[in-house]
């Protein structure tokens, strides 16, 4: 319309009405595009898009639907009238009758003994011919053309059917699976899958190649190293992870701990991606070579293997030098830190994920959730082998008066012969972000006997004994507070509480870069200030447009920090300190040699580097 003002108007799809907001049109102008009217309209199964094209002369709106049409063929007419109920105008159109199949393999290049694969047939088809429908299926060899097997299936009751192509006996070579649909009076249609069986590789074949990458100028003695390993298409059956080894630089087996991550197949039977754990050396910045191999050959078991012994109460973990002792159940999860068998735990204290929040009711005092006061914290195994062992607690914040708030989950990692632990902490978001802000969140480690803090100094490479209370907070990416003096510069993001009978270090990763963060040593032990309470309050409540537009909230946000502890008998000397923090912090990474992982397939196809 030309006039001063675009009539209401509404579209109706079968009984449902939708109106459209009238615009005054200015001359020459283009008007913005109104808000949406289709608020009702997803009850007719319509998609969220849509549209808009408005100016001083006319108005556009294109608006996809969907709806079942009982028989074929059809017509559709859409009309399109003021509120008043003047007709603007109608289209009418014809939809035909139709009918095709579809043939889908689950794997189209199965092994030359594998016996059979799912198969899934579909019929694109007017429900009215379906009891005429036939399917013929037919599996031909595609060499020459000549029928092996063949099935009829009529008197269908589905659209969707779903089977196991039989491939028994058949050897390896090309074939091919036809579906013809038929039928009185039924649309014909042809479709076709082509099936390549392949003859078994050797597995005795197996070799890659693994490199070790070292930061620059750092040595290290027997540490830990986890990776993934890509493993190409039938090469290691899952029943022979066991046959696995690690060979070093001079051909000798390590000791190793494997655990499938991915397969090729939905039958599992091939492994794709192989977690590989050893404990490596370095020397000035290189890494020694090593492959993967299988072998028949006894495995080397590691001098001091991480031993966990499970009770219905308790779960114990002993690296030899460590000993951790997990409540299965209950708040207290973690009831003692053996040290050179004295616990590095104070007694009564727990080790305690925390959260504080603030209502958002200012007549309603702000309060700390903790885990200790968790009415459903569980711990369990996540990982168990020789060389590494990974605990996993979780469960709900407990509030005041122990209600479940949100949730918690942390995951302690232990290596074979070392006083290491690598920690994980995760909050998940589940309260009304409406309903509260977070004013701080971190994990406390109670120490009996601390005395004081080792911290970094200005030499560099050195650390510092300084009296407590010791804290430290990193504002924002340019500044940190030492105490209550401000500096220039991004904290390093470790230090070391000094106690008897242990000394706690402790390496936050990506302290500066996840600012405002914080740390603190005193009397009572290690606070892991992950978001400090000295901070602007965390506000969960404030979603992005893009999220909003959708009505998402943050419910189901989650937000993981990692820490690396070592525990000592004796307190560490500055630089023995300061060199663990820098390899805590770049840590040896495992790996396939490029050429492996473009060789595998793992990846699909990969263009080589030119």
């Not at 003692?336 to 929040?357: F, I």
């Amino acid at each position: 319309s030309a006039g001063s003002e675009v009539p209401s108007c509404s579209i109706s799809a079968e009984t449902r009405i939708e109106k459209m907001i009238p615009c005054k049109a200015i001359e020459g102008q283009t008007l913005p595009a109104p808000p949406s009217p289709l608020a009702e309209i997803e009850a007719l199964g319509v998609r969220q898009h849509w549209d808009w094209s408005l100016t001083d002369k006319d108005f556009q709106a294109y608006l996809p639907y969907r709806f079942d049409v009982a028989e074929f063929p059809a017509t559709v007419t859409v009309s399109v009238r003021e509120a008043s109920g003047k007709e603007w105008g109608s289209v009418t159109r014809g939809v035909p009758t139709f009918g095709y199949v579809r043939l889908h393999a689950a794997r189209c290049n199965p092994y030359a003994d594998t016996k059979s694969v799912p198969a899934f047939l579909r019929l694109w088809l007017d429900r009215a011919f379906l009891p005429k429908a036939v399917v013929d299926l037919k599996l031909l060899d595609e060499k020459t053309g000549k029928t092996l097997r063949q099935e009829r299936l009529a008197n269908l009751a589905s659209r969707d059917l779903g089977f196991d192509l039989n491939l028994d006996g058949l050897a390896a070579g090309a074939y091919r699976v036809e579906a013809r649909l038929s039928g009185d009076g039924v649309p014909a249609d042809l479709s076709c899958v082509w099936i390549e069986k392949r003859p078994l590789p050797d597995p005795s074949a197996l070799r890659v190649p693994i490199v070790l990458s070292e930061a620059p100028g750092l040595s290290r003695a027997g540490w830990p190293a986890t990776g993934g390993v890509p493993i190409p298409d039938g090469m290691l059956p899952v029943s022979a992870v066991g046959q696995c080894r690690v060979l070093d630089d001079k051909g000798q087996p390590v000791p190793a701990q494997f655990r499938p991550l991915a397969f090729w197949a939905e039958d599992k039977r091939f492994v794709r991606w192989l977690l590989v754990d050893i404990q490596a050396d370095s020397e000035n910045g290189q890494g020694k070579p090593c492959c993967l191999v299988q072998a028949k050959t006894p495995a080397p078991a590691p001098k001091t293997p991480v031993r966990v012994i499970e009770t219905a109460d308790e779960l114990r973990v002993d690296t030899g030098v460590l000993v951790a002792v997990f409540a299965r159940k209950g708040g207290r999860f973690l009831r003692r830190l053996l040290v050179s068998g004295q616990d590095a735990l104070a007694a009564g204290g727990a080790v305690e994920a925390y959260m504080n929040l603030a209502p958002r009711d200012t007549t309603q005092k702000s309060f700390t959730a903790l885990t200790s006061a968790s009415p459903d914290l569980q711990t369990a195994l996540d990982e168990a082998g020789p060389l590494r062992v990974v605990a996993r607690v979780r469960g709900a914040y407990g509030g005041p008066a122990g209600e479940p708030l949100n949730e918690c989950a942390l995951r302690f990692a232990f290596h074979a012969g070392r006083a290491d632990v690598a920690v994980e902490h995760t909050f998940v978001w589940k309260e009304d972000p409406k309903q509260y802000t977070i004013n701080g969140f971190g994990l406390r480690l109670p120490l009996r006997g601390v005395t004081a803090a080792l911290a970094p100094c200005a030499a560099a490479g050195e650390a510092a004994k300084s009296a407590l209370p010791w804290s430290v907070r990193q504002v924002d990416d340019k500044t940190h507070l030492l105490g209550a003096e401000k500096r220039e510069g991004r904290w390093p993001g470790w230090a070391c509480a000094v106690g008897q009978p242990a000394s706690a270090s402790f390496f936050v990763h990506d302290f500066w870069q996840q600012h405002p963060a914080g740390l603190r040593v005193d009397e009572a032990g290690v606070d892991l200030q992950f978001w400090p309470a000295e901070a602007p309050p965390l506000d969960l409540g404030v979603a992005k447009d893009e999220y909003a537009y959708f009505g998402a909230t943050a419910v189901g946000v989650a937000k993981t920090h990692r820490v690396s502890l070592r525990f000592h008998a004796q307190p560490p000397a500055p630089q023995e300190l300061a060199t663990w923090a820098r390899r805590a912090a770049e840590p040896l990474l495992l790996a396939a040699e490029p050429s492996a992982v473009l060789a595998s397939n793992a990846l699909w196809r990969l263009h080589p580097y030119d």
